[in-house]
């Protein structure tokens, strides 16, 4: 694990946020306007930065599990944990990042009675790129070329009710965002 500086968090997180330690933060509608929150709700979240290898996601996944668990939410341990596991094979395989001592950031954020969002941020500026026609359709008259990887964007896209990913100064986030009520988890706090 690499250690990430508090101030690049702000940076990254676009607002003020309260350090409670051990890599957990808040933010609220309290001290900010409803815009650094959706809605105003309180969030809080966890991050960890991790290093731009392949042992990485076993990490990462475990990470995520424990995170889910200290907030109740087991019941998307398996999503969040597929979507983690993708996102940061991604970063690992695909995003090289500029200056090789920029780690993965790992975030969940839980936005109270609202949703989860679980983000990866990398130091490679490259965007994802959903795959080709000939990926998520292969030909049935050549079924000795059937391409292999690059579907596990889609299925991230498929498990979570929104993927999305967009630059950022340094690097590029992606991040899965599960909303809540469909999981019976209205009333969290």
């Known amino acids: 694990m690499i250690t990430q500086d508090p101030a690049e968090r702000t940076a990254i997180v676009g607002s003020p946020y309260l350090d409670l330690g051990n890599g957990s933060w808040a933010l609220g509608s309290g001290g900010c306007s409803s815009g650094c929150v959706p809605g105003g709700a309180f969030a809080f979240g966890r991050d960890e930065v991790w290093a731009s290898v392949p042992a990485s996601v076993a990490g990462a996944r475990a990470w995520t599990r424990d995170v889910l668990s200290r907030w ?8 969040c944990e597929f979507c ?3 996102l940061v094979t991604n970063a690992v395989k695909h995003a090289p990042p500029v200056d090789p001592s920029v780690g993965i950031t790992v975030r969940a954020w839980l936005w109270t009675r609202r949703a989860l969002v679980i983000e990866v941020i ?18 049935a008259s050549n079924l000795t ?10 299925a991230v896209g498929c498990v979570a009710d ?3 990913w967009e630059r ?9 965002r599960f909303v809540l ?8 706090p």
Do not use: F, I, Q
């Open 72 to 79: 109740d939410l087991c019941v998307l341990s398996d999503d």
């Open 84 to 86: 983690v596991s993708e």
């Open 122 to 139: 990398d130091g490679s500026p490259c965007l994802p790129t959903m795959p080709a026609s000939d990926v998520l359709r292969p030909s």
């Open 145 to 154: 070329h059937l391409p292999c990887g690059h579907r596990g964007l889609l």
């Open 162 to 164: 929104d993927l999305v």
């Open 168 to 176: 950022r100064e340094y690097g590029k986030s992606v991040w899965v």
């Open 181 to 188: 009520g469909p999981y019976g988890l209205h009333g969290r």
